[in-house]
Structures are given as structure tokens and as C-alpha cells.
């Protein structure tokens, strides 16, 4: 059986509509203890992220009280399903330089997969599934270090 993100995602995810002024976003990043906000429209579907990252600078340049999320927010960020393989939602993390990556059905978000939680089921994960290291899963940048991995998977 194939590990997918549905193993190890997390439902709990800070939602924002468009219309979210960035001051009313950091204190639900802050509340929330998140490091990124996502952006639905009233249909739950995803329409982009903020980063925390990104309130951090607006707030260093006392900016985040003129802008609402639909200024800001990264439209259409990379996104996996509940039924990604880890491998290419690992794959995705690294390329993409990010913490963690929505998790869409339908087009709605449904949570969210971080890399904390790809490790963790690397180093504590059940050994009766194992991630798909024989699935090419064609993304850009794949780092080199999978091919060691199934070379030694085939071992």
C-alpha cells in the first residue's frame, strides 16, 4: 500500500477570505499559532496563500493596515491532493522551498501537509506502507537523492 498525504495531513489550517485585512490576519496567524494564511473564497476553494514571512515584512515596513489578503497573497500556490504520494509531496515541498502545502479536494482546502509531518512519518511511520519509490512522478527540479533511494529500496 502507497503512503499519500491523506496519511498525514493535518485538517486544522488558518482560512482567510479576500477581503481579510493583513492586521486581522496576523492576529489569527498569531492565535492560531500558523505560519501561513489561506485564502477562500466562500466556497472553500483556494484562491492563494500569505505567508507569515510576508505580514513580517509589510508589518516592517508599516504597511499592513493599508492592503487586505487579495493585495498580498501568492495566487494559485502549489497544491497536492488527499491522494499525492508523500514522495512527490516531499518532491514538492523541496522544490517549492515551503513548510508545509494546501491540501485540496475538489478544488476545496481541506488541510494541509507540513514537512515536520513527512519526517515524521519517515523516522515513526508503520512499516507495512511504504512511499512509492518506484512512481515517476515528473516534477521540476527532483532532487537526485530519490534515485538513491530507490536504488537502495531495490537492494
Known amino acids: 500500500m502507497v503512503v499519500t498525504v491523506r496519511d498525514v495531513y493535518a485538517k486544522q489550517v488558518v482560512r482567510i477570505t479576500p477581503e481579510t485585512m493583513l492586521a486581522d490576519a496576523e492576529r489569527v496567524l498569531l492565535t492560531e499559532c500558523g505560519d501561513e494564511a489561506y485564502v477562500v473564497d466562500q ?59 494546501p491540501v485540496i479536494d475538489d478544488g476545496r482546502l481541506v488541510g494541509r501537509v507540513q514537512r515536520s509531518a513527512i519526517l515524521s512519518w519517515y523516522v515513526n511511520g508503520d512499516n507495512v506502507r511504504t512511499p512509492d519509490s518506484s512512481a515517476d512522478h515528473r516534477i521540476p527540479g527532483r532532487p537526485r537523492f530519490l534515485d538513491a533511494v530507490r536504488h537502495r529500496s531495490s537492494m
Open 43 to 101: 466556497a472553500g476553494r483556494l484562491l492563494g496563500v500569505v505567508p507569515d514571512y510576508e505580514l513580517l515584512k509589510l508589518r516592517m515596513l508599516n504597511l499592513q493596515d493599508v492592503s487586505a489578503a487579495v493585495d498580498v497573497m501568492t495566487p494559485g500556490p502549489p497544491a497536492v491532493t488527499l491522494d499525492t504520494p508523500l514522495e512527490e509531496a516531499a518532491c514538492r515541498l523541496r522544490v517549492h522551498v515551503h513548510r508545509s502545502l
